[in-house]
């Protein structure tokens, strides 16, 4: 997989442009879902000190499947901190093990939402010239523990924070028609579970 750059200024010099929007993303769930269970705060808001800002998910967060199958996920999302929606960037990278050696997935940010209740979509498209066995695109849907002012949560982070998030990872075709904006494509009422399970699933991969 080519490691791509993840502060603002480097992907602007690179030639990257935005594909965002502040509204949800209008996607049907595919087949393939692993939950994101983090063990605590995990996802690390940094500014830059010249406009730019970086928020990154902790290295090989660990996350599951249905059939209790191991994943290991990297996200990090790079932005202008006056305008997020409109600047966003990102990669996403899931592993099969926890070295981060076996690489199912590497791609980047092909679309960005957010839903109201502290909910931010991305949409990945996977890298030209990327392997691995699992579909694209695929989208991340993550949920703030905490309350957070305004629409769009990565609007109102405070630099240095860490957040704790529940989420999943999804597989997704176009939708047919519009989703409500109030409701989160598949994170919805199985969210709940996942937030329950997640603590001691985790604890058997910790140590």
Same mark, same amino acid.
């Given at each position: 997989?080519?490691?791509?750059?993840?502060?603002?200024? @480097?992907?602007c010099a690179a030639?990257?442009?935005?594909?965002?929007?502040?509204?949800?993303?209008? &996607?049907?769930?595919?087949?393939?879902?692993?939950?994101?269970?983090?063990?605590?705060?995990?996802?690390?808001?940094? =500014? !830059?000190?010249?406009?730019?800002? !970086?928020?990154?998910l902790d290295p090989?967060?660990?996350?599951? !499947?249905?059939? %209790?199958?191991?994943?290991?996920?990297?996200?990090?999302?790079?932005? %202008?901190?006056?305008?997020?929606?409109?600047?966003?960037?990102?990669?996403?990278?899931?592993?099969?093990?926890?070295?981060? @050696?076996?690489?199912?997935?590497?791609?980047?940010?092909?679309?960005?939402?957010?839903?109201?209740?502290? &909910?931010?979509?991305?949409?990945?498209?996977? =890298? /030209?010239?990327?392997?691995?066995?699992?579909?694209?695109?695929?989208? &991340?849907?993550? &949920?703030?523990?905490?309350?957070?002012?305004?629409? !769009?949560?990565?609007?109102?982070?405070?630099?240095?924070?860490?957040?704790?998030?529940?989420?999943?990872?999804?597989?997704?075709?176009?939708?047919?028609?519009?989703?409500?904006?109030?409701?989160?494509?598949?994170?919805?009422?199985?969210?709940?579970?996942?937030?329950?399970?997640?603590?001691?699933?985790?604890? /058997?991969?910790?140590?």
């Amino acid at each position: 997989m080519t490691i791509l750059p993840r502060t603002l200024a @480097s992907l602007c010099a690179a030639g990257w442009t935005a594909a965002a929007s502040a509204a949800p993303i209008a &996607v049907a769930p595919g087949e393939v879902r692993i939950d994101i269970a983090p063990v605590g705060p995990a996802l690390t808001y940094v =500014e !830059d000190g010249a406009g730019g800002a !970086d928020l990154l998910l902790d290295p090989l967060t660990f996350g599951f !499947d249905a059939a %209790g199958e191991d994943y290991y996920i990297d996200l990090s999302l790079a932005y %202008g901190t006056q305008d997020p929606a409109g600047t966003v960037f990102g990669t996403l990278s899931v592993y099969d093990d926890a070295t981060g @050696s076996d690489l199912l997935f590497g791609g980047v940010l092909g679309g960005y939402g957010t839903i109201p209740g502290d &909910v931010v979509q991305v949409l990945f498209d996977a =890298e /030209r010239g990327g392997a691995g066995s699992l579909p694209a695109p695929l989208l &991340v849907e993550l &949920v703030f523990a905490q309350d957070l002012p305004g629409d !769009d949560p990565l609007a109102n982070l405070t630099d240095g924070e860490s957040y704790e998030v529940v989420g999943a990872i999804e597989s997704v075709v176009p939708a047919p028609v519009p989703l409500p904006a109030s409701l989160p494509l598949f994170l919805g009422a199985g969210i709940a579970m996942a937030a329950i399970g997640r603590r001691g699933r985790t604890d /058997r991969h910790v140590g």
